[in-house]
C-alpha cells in the first residue's frame, strides 16, 4: 500500500509544473482580456491597472504622465469615431520564467475601420508575472524586435518573436 502511495505521489509531483504552467497561462488569458475590456472601453484608469509599466517608471516615467498619455491617446481614438472594431486573443505560448518573473507571449488580431479606410493589426502582448502566474500585466509588443525587448523581458535569450504587422502598413490612427 505504502509503494502505491509513493508511485502516486511521484506521479502528481511530475504532472505539478505542467498544471502549474496551464494556470498560469489561464490566469494569463484571464487578465489579458481583462486588459482588452479596458481598451475597449477607452478607459485609462482600468487600462493602466493591466498594464506592465516598470520599465517606463525605470525611465524617469511619472504615473500621472502615463495616466495622461494614456487619456490623450484614448481621446483620440473618440475623435477618430472608430467602427467595427474587433479585438481577438489568440492562444498564449507557455509561460517562461527569467529573472525572478514569469513571462508569456499573447497574439492578437485587432481590425477597425477609422474615415472609411480598414485597419487592421496582429501583434501580441507581452506578459509579465511577478507572483508566479497568479496575476499578470501587460506590454503590448507590437514595437519590440529581439533587440529591445530586452526592456521587458531582461534575461530574454533571443529567438523567433511573434508576428506582427499592420495592413495597410502604417501606423493606425
Not at 516598470?54 to 473618440?78: C, M, Y
Not at 526592456?151 to 493606425?172: H, M, Q
Request: glycine share 8%.
Amino acid at each position: 500500500m505504502s509503494h502505491c502511495r509513493i508511485l502516486c505521489a511521484i506521479t502528481f509531483l511530475g504532472a505539478a509544473p505542467v498544471a502549474l504552467a496551464a494556470d498560469s497561462a489561464a490566469n494569463a488569458l484571464h487578465d489579458a482580456k481583462s486588459l482588452t475590456e479596458c481598451m475597449k472601453h477607452l478607459d485609462a484608469d482600468c487600462t493602466l491597472k493591466w498594464m506592465y509599466t516598470k520599465p517606463l517608471l525605470d525611465q524617469g516615467f511619472e504615473p500621472g504622465e502615463l495616466r495622461a498619455e494614456l487619456n490623450v491617446t484614448f481621446e483620440n481614438i473618440r475623435l477618430a469615431h472608430p467602427e467595427a472594431q474587433q479585438f481577438d486573443l489568440g492562444k498564449p505560448t507557455e509561460p517562461f520564467a527569467g529573472d525572478g518573473r514569469q513571462y508569456i507571449f499573447i497574439p492578437y488580431q485587432e481590425t477597425m475601420t477609422v474615415k472609411g479606410q480598414r485597419y487592421s493589426q496582429t501583434a501580441y502582448f507581452i506578459g509579465v508575472s511577478e507572483n508566479a502566474g497568479a496575476s499578470w500585466k501587460f506590454v503590448d509588443g507590437i514595437g519590440f524586435s529581439e533587440r529591445n525587448i530586452r526592456t521587458v523581458i531582461p534575461s530574454y535569450a533571443g529567438g523567433p518573436l511573434p508576428p506582427r504587422a499592420t495592413d495597410p502598413p502604417s501606423r493606425l490612427p
